[in-house]
């Protein structure tokens, strides 16, 4: 098992230069997962750690030492690839048993960590069959083994679950979670799939134009984004974003003006997750608007709300359905959960908006609304 680390390390493709420097420490049996819009840089980072990739410039570490001259094949890294990549002439035990003929194992310690890793992925019975006989699942568990049976330090997963389906994808997550606790092998998957890194990953490294945008716990990412993009990208349906402007400690929004604590001057955006919004009576509110769209969803309902500070998204658990389209409600939330950014992007820290009260502020009062 591997401690991680990368010092401003960059890869360029011609004049492109798609990371720019990367910095950052995976501990030992930490699982990470690397998310981000397409094309922001996540397999090349992938690639880089397995060395089928060169940085440009910078180090990359494993246990404080320098591979990033290593060949791949001398990192002791375990890859799965999105396409599973099994040799179709081959049987399954063949398959697994591959990476071993590159490594100096014994015939009979060769056939006891096939079996092993058979064993751990649960296709002990299928290594006799060739993988145009198994279904993707299967496939995929193979491609697992094959990683696997090198007893890696590293285990890099490249978007190993986007080919099945999503019933499939669900019991493979955790799944794959548990096998990576069991084995506390240090692992990096690579994903577009934000609920995939939220449920699996002990960190996530959220990704954005061959940069880090945040590095932090699933927590950390939903609660405590530290910039827009991470703020806007990570959550469904997404977090509303609204343009205002801070004066001391009014925030204007539209026509509508919120407290805001502690005092703040200049252009802010506002952001407030639509399932911490709570629809009530117009005349107990701040913000009021009418309900353009009721989209029963199964469990919750969202709302999609017309404000003078533009349309707000809103989630109610349950399935009562508690308003119609064309009605007016107001919003209302917990004040400690609005986000405030700065005119750059990044979060003010301990900077809220919410509803005051009209007996004790200016600001409390409820400019346009009905
Ligand atoms: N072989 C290559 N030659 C030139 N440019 C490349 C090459 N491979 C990747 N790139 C570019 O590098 C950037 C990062 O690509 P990368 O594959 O790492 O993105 P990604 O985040 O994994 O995307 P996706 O989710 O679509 O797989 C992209 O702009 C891509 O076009």
New binding site residues.
């Given amino acids: 098992m591997a401690k991680i680390t990368l010092d401003n390390v960059t890869k360029s493709?011609g004049e492109?230069l798609?990371l720019k420097p990367l910095n950052l420490t995976i501990e030992d049996g930490e699982f990470v997962a690397i998310l981000?819009p397409?094309?922001?840089?996540?397999?090349?980072t992938l690639f880089l750690l397995a060395g089928l990739y060169a940085p440009a410039s910078g180090a990359i570490t494993f246990d404080g030492h320098n591979v990033s001259k290593v060949d791949a094949r001398d990192r002791n890294v375990g890859i799965v690839f999105q396409s599973y990549a099994l040799y179709p002439n081959l049987t399954v035990r063949e398959n697994i048993a591959f990476p071993l003929r590159f490594k100096p194992v014994g015939k009979a310690e060769a056939v006891r960590r096939v079996e092993e890793a058979a064993a751990l992925v649960q296709i002990s019975p299928l290594l006799d069959r060739r993988p145009s006989q198994l279904s993707g699942g299967q496939q995929q568990r193979v491609a697992l083994a094959r990683a696997l049976v090198k007893e890696p330090n590293i285990l890099l997963l490249d978007e190993p679950l986007s080919n099945l389906d999503a019933t499939l994808r669900i019991s493979m997550r955790a799944e794959l979670k548990a096998i990576q606790k069991r084995l506390g092998i240090t692992t990096l998957i690579?994903t577009?799939d934000q609920i995939e890194a939220i449920t699996m990953a002990d960190r996530i490294i959220c990704m954005n134009n061959g940069e880090i945008a945040q590095i932090g716990t699933p927590d950390d990412l939903y609660r405590r984004p530290s910039n827009l993009f991470v703020a806007g990208f990570i959550g469904t349906p997404p977090m509303n974003l609204i343009a205002g402007q801070a004066s001391g400690e009014e925030l204007r929004l539209g026509a509508s003006l919120l407290q805001l604590t502690p005092p703040w001057n200049g252009p802010v955006t506002l952001g407030l997750r639509p399932e911490d919004i709570a629809l009530t009576a117009p005349a107990e509110a701040m913000l009021c608007g009418e309900i353009v769209s009721v989209e029963p969803m199964g469990r919750e309902v969202f709302y999609t709300v017309s404000t003078p500070a533009g349309l707000i998204h809103a989630l109610e658990y349950g399935e009562a359905v508690r308003h119609a389209p064309g009605s007016r409600a107001g919003l209302d939330w917990n004040t400690a959960l609005s986000l405030l950014f700065d005119e750059d992007g990044n979060r003010i820290p301990g900077l809220h908006a919410g509803v005051s009260h009209p007996a004790s502020s200016r600001a409390g009062q409820r400019l346009q609304a009905n």
């Fill in positions: 493709w492109n798609v981000g397409s094309g922001c840089g996540k397999s090349t690579v577009h």
